[in-house]
């Protein structure tokens, strides 16, 4: 997701440096628009499209006012949902420079000065919701872009069968070069992203310049007008309106990386004009053509009675359609290539939410590798990769096309979307010390609407809408398990003996020491280390140095460097050390245990070794879980990268030390 430096340079008092200043904002701006922008941008493929072809399907034919007025619902939808919420409101509540959703439930959480169940719930909800958007993004948008063939002339009627192998091929190869990093091709997405955006504008505006008429829609006037008069169908319509805002969430998540400037920036003077012009554009092409599509479309209506077929075979595409047919088979490699660039970014999002959830405690570790030694946001985590790239395959093999894939799309989005606005609520509220009526006037409006998006998403619940629910559930079901299990382990582990007993125990039957230095890690400083009581258990030996070291992970993105290390003489020859990590950090411990050297911590680490302790966990009855959350744990905790992968600790240095714990 990020593949800039979190804030543009801060101008000085000379022209160089105000210069170098006026050019990374501008950097940080075009980086902005291919990372953030990627997914909404890809939008205009289909969400007009699957808009209007809902009001075909109502029976009758669609009308000049209908063309109009879901132009008016799409751009009114991006000016309240993205523009008056996420750019106005939801930006201003950063996390010390960071944004998303578990950012803003460690703000929220901040704001109520303890986690409580509710927000907890909230904020996991949101997180497992993200899942299914990183799901489907990849498979509808690429098979949006893909299917643009159809109508490039040299090719109608014959690539049909090919366009779902093209799309798979693409997208197998698109998870396949993760592992290679984004910072090879990342800087190029900004670039590509906007000559997309400029194009799509272009376009958009060609058909404007034709039929004026169209900018009635601007008025909302004819969103209103068109929801009274078709009451259920607009409930209906307004599920694929909300495919022009999919992605909004990406300018919050993306802050931390570009910063909340450059991405507002972008917004006002590109992206918002350039989507407004195209479906302005889209909407002009379809009122010059809605004789001869109202008539094609009744003639494939009248063909599927004949042959009792449920599906109508209507081909449809006023986005590729209203192109020249000189430049369409360019612009599908274009729309191609930003399709891609928008999966790249939910991809990334989904790596970068998944290590915040292991900081945050909600999942068991796992493999997290840098793919750039210079921005901390490029990381690739294989499980993750691996696990969405056979989900996206199974989504756009089971679903075919992206008509079918969009009934999926928008539930989880819309109840992500919700569920931001509920910790909004609470950071206005209680962190903004804002009057309780002021945080309802500015909120419940929003949660109006969602909640109508939601509504109206929940109808294609049976139609493919059941995938992100079903997805969002398992890993709801996987994050409390881990949670609660967690705890369970260490309530169990705070039984242990207490470090201050132990050292007692030691100071009048003194062990024999051997030379060199000892850290044990452990998950409470007052606690002895399991490993450490093994290692007398059966070496009967301490080292002449010894470190009890914790770490710990805090509710902030980033750890400030006065608190990274805590360093405490605990007694002659024995430290202990608190490491200190935000949860947008990868915890590496020998680093950070090097810095702590500038903090009087001194050791060799050629002749350092670190013990470690690994719990086999068995069942137990008496746990305080059901015995199917007993064994879910189990395998989450099995499966687990080991600690000295996770803390990037020297194998060669490491011991690990097991014992048996029942939970």
Not at 414 to 440: D, G, N, Q, Y
Request: hydrophobic share 50%.
């Amino acid at each position: 997701m990020a593949q800039a430096p979190a804030e543009a340079p801060q101008p000085n008092n000379t022209s160089t440096g105000g210069a170098h200043a006026h050019a990374g904002f501008w950097a940080l701006v075009l980086g902005s628009i291919g990372v953030v922008y990627g997914d909404i941008g890809t939008s205009p493929l289909y969400a007009f499209k699957e808009s209007f072809l809902h009001v075909m399907q109502d029976g009758t034919e669609a009308s000049r006012a209908e063309v109009i007025g879901i132009v008016s619902l799409i751009f009114w939808a991006l000016m309240i949902v993205v523009t008056l919420k996420y750019i106005v409101f939801v930006m201003q509540m950063d996390n010390k420079g960071e944004g998303g959703t578990l950012s803003l439930m460690a703000l929220a959480q901040r704001a109520l000065g303890k986690r409580t169940p509710l927000l907890f719930l909230i904020g996991v909800i949101g997180a497992s919701m993200f899942y299914g958007d990183a799901l489907i993004t990849p498979a509808v948008s690429v098979l949006s872009a893909v299917e643009g063939l159809k109508v490039v002339p040299a090719l109608e009627g014959r690539i049909d069968p090919l366009i779902l192998p093209i799309a798979v091929g693409i997208l197998i190869g698109l998870f396949a070069v993760q592992a290679r990093g984004t910072g090879a091709v990342g800087r190029f997405f900004g670039p590509i992203t906007a000559i997309w955006f400029v194009t799509m504008g272009a376009l958009g505006a060609m058909h404007l310049m034709r039929d004026p008429s169209i900018l009635e829609a601007l008025s909302p006037v004819n969103a209103i007008t068109f929801m009274i008069e078709h009451r259920f169908l607009t409930f209906v319509v307004l599920g694929s309106v909300f495919l022009a805002v999919t992605g909004a969430e990406a300018l919050y998540a993306d802050m931390g990386h570009f910063g909340r400037r450059p991405i507002r920036t972008a917004w006002v003077g590109l992206v918002l004009p350039a989507l407004t012009l195209n479906y302005l554009g889209q909407g002009a092409f379809v009122l010059s053509q809605l004789d001869a599509i109202n008539f094609e479309y009744g003639v494939a209506r009248d063909a599927a009675r004949e042959l009792g077929a449920t599906r109508i075979a209507f081909e449809f595409n006023p986005f590729f359609e209203m192109a020249p047919d000189m430049i369409r088979l360019p612009l599908v490699v274009l729309a191609t290539a930003a399709a891609v660039i928008a999966s790249q970014a939910v991809i990334s999002g989904a790596f970068s939410l998944t290590q915040q959830a292991i900081q945050l405690g909600l999942l068991p570790r796992m493999e997290i590798r840098r793919t750039s030694e210079t921005q901390a946001g490029q990381i690739y985590m294989p499980q993750i990769n691996w696990m969405l790239l056979a989900g996206v395959l199974v989504l756009a093999l089971a679903f075919g096309s992206s008509t079918r894939l969009a009934a999926a799309y928008g539930i989880s989005i819309t109840a992500e979307m919700l569920m931001s606005t509920c910790m909004m609520f609470i950071v206005i509220w209680k962190l903004w010390k804002r009057p309780l009526w002021l945080a309802l006037l500015i909120v419940v409006p929003f949660a109006i609407i969602e909640i109508i998006f939601l509504s109206s998403n929940l109808q294609r619940v049976l139609s493919g809408g059941f995938v992100p629910i079903l997805l969002a559930i398992g890993l709801l079901i996987v994050m409390w398990t881990w949670v609660r299990g967690t705890r369970l382990l260490s309530e169990t582990t705070r039984r242990d003996e207490p470090l201050a007993k132990l050292f007692e125990t030691l100071s009048h039957h003194p062990p024999h020491r051997v030379r060199g230095a000892a850290i044990f890690l452990t998950g409470d400083p007052d606690i002895a280390p399991a490993a450490l009581m093994h290692n007398l258990k059966h070496n009967q030996v301490l080292h002449e140095q010894i470190i009890i070291l914790t770490v710990k992970t805090i509710n902030a993105p980033r750890a400030p460097e006065s608190e990274r290390v805590k360093i405490e003489d605990y007694m002659p020859d024995v430290k202990r050390v608190i490491l200190t990590f935000g949860f947008m950090e990868t915890p590496n411990v020998v680093k950070a245990l090097t810095e702590a050297r500038k903090h009087g911590l001194k050791f060799d680490i050629m002749k350092t070794s670190f013990f470690l302790s690994r719990r086999t966990i068995v069942p137990s009855e008496k746990s305080g879980m059901p015995l199917w959350q007993d064994h879910l744990f189990i395998f989450l905790a099995r499966n687990a990268t080991n600690a000295t992968d996770f803390f990037h600790i020297p194998s060669g240095r490491a011991v690990e030390l097991g014992n048996q714990v029942m939970v």
